[in-house]
């Protein structure tokens, strides 16, 4: 079965230091999508950073990188340093094969002044 | 200049309503998407629509049925809602259906409340 998951419900780090957001992912397709979300109190999703299963370099947005396993299957987030504003919650995304994008129940990220 | 809009944001209803939520994106996207987040944060695709066509129809009851008048349009009607239709309901638009690894851009959310 295809799936997410994120196995920090709960995260605190302090302002400044960098932080990692696990993600490991489960498919069988050669050809996938790997994306992180972010979602503030206000409740929107905000995009971050998006990684093809074919890229060769680990892809990289401003603060944001993704740390991309391939072997591992994992699709680490990278938050270099936080800042207040990123205490949010944080989504792992997988669109599959059949187009459908699963999500991991998301870690919730509390930064710490 | 709002991407991706729903209204309302917040809605509060009486069990056995009917009610709509609508969804609007200015990008251009052929794709359109809703999503359910439960009270666990949980992200569930509900349906997805390319150029007004239904193409995703995940196991939702059929008390809840999407329109898409265009592509830029794509609304949710709920018939007699019930209590476990509380949530916040997401809205998304992407380019391309063809294009798998398509980012996926949301909305704001509605945040359904049924009493």
């Known amino acids: 079965a295809q799936k997410i998951t994120q196995t920090q419900p709960g995260m605190f780090v302090q302002e400044k230091e960098a932080v990692t957001l696990d993600c490991t992912y489960d498919t069988s397709d050669p ?3 790997l994306f992180w979300y972010k979602q503030p109190s206000s409740g929107e999703m ?12 680990n892809a990289t947005e401003g ?3 993704l740390n991309f396993q391939k072997a591992r299957k ?5 938050i270099s340093a936080s800042q207040l504003g990123d205490s949010a919650m944080y989504f792992c995304a997988m669109m599959r094969r059949d187009d459908k994008i699963i999500f991991g129940k998301g870690t919730r990220l509390h930064i710490l002044p | 200049d709002t991407a991706v809009s729903q209204t309302p ?9 009917d009610k709509s939520i609508k969804c609007e994106q200015n990008l251009g996207h052929d794709t359109m998407y809703w999503y359910k987040q439960d009270s666990k944060k949980f992200l569930k695709i509900m349906f997805s629509y390319n150029n007004k066509e239904l193409i995703i129809n995940e196991t939702v009851p059929n008390r809840f049925s999407p329109k898409s008048p265009d592509k830029a ?3 949710l009607h709920i018939n007699s809602l019930e209590l476990g239709d509380s949530a916040v309901y997401f809205c998304a638009s ?5 294009e798998r690894t398509d980012t996926q851009y949301f909305g704001p959310g509605t945040r359904l409340t049924v009493l």
């Open chain 1, 31 to 33: 050809s996938y999508g």
């Open chain 1, 46 to 57: 905000i995009f971050l950073i998006y990684q093809g299963s074919y890229d060769q370099q």
């Open chain 1, 63 to 65: 603060r944001y990188s």
């Open chain 1, 74 to 78: 994992s699709a680490n987030l990278v």
């Open chain 2, 9 to 17: 944001k917040y809605l509060v209803t009486q069990m056995g309503n």
């Open chain 2, 73 to 75: 349009h794509l609304n």
């Open chain 2, 94 to 98: 992407s380019p391309s259906q063809r």
